[in-house]
């Protein structure tokens, strides 16, 4: 079977490899981005990824505009974006599903 590729973009470098680490030992293949436009650029170098972790809250661009780039494209309608934040207002959340995210 083949691994599944897994991109986990977070502006903070120790939660990219809490997750990663925990990923990794379960078998996925997992890839990292510090920012959003690192990880549209990854995105569209890796036409394999199966799953998009991403913090919803970076600077350059945030997790909501990253959904809404990866959205654009057809080969990635049928995989999944999951936004994450440690922000504790409902709004993030929210603005997530709203840019594509399911």
């Known amino acids: 079977m083949e691994e599944l590729?897994?991109?986990?973009?977070?502006?903070?470098?120790?939660?990219?490899?809490?997750?990663?680490?925990?990923?990794?030992?379960?078998?996925y293949q997992v890839?990292?981005?510090?920012?959003?436009?690192?990880?549209?650029?990854?995105?569209?170098?890796?036409?394999d990824i199966s799953l998009i972790i991403l913090d919803v809250m970076m600077?350059?661009?945030?997790?909501?505009?990253?959904c809404r780039e990866i959205r654009k494209v057809s080969w990635f309608s049928a995989s999944s974006a999951i936004g994450a934040s440690n922000n504790k207002r409902r709004k993030s959340s929210c603005a997530v599903s709203t840019a594509g995210a399911p």
């Open 5 to 27: 590729k897994i991109l986990v973009v977070d502006d903070e470098s120790r939660m990219r490899k809490l997750v990663k680490d925990f990923l990794s030992k379960k078998g």
């Open 31 to 47: 890839m990292e981005a510090a920012n959003g436009e690192e990880a549209v650029d990854i995105f569209y170098e890796h036409k």
């Open 59 to 66: 600077p350059k661009m945030d997790g909501w505009q990253v």
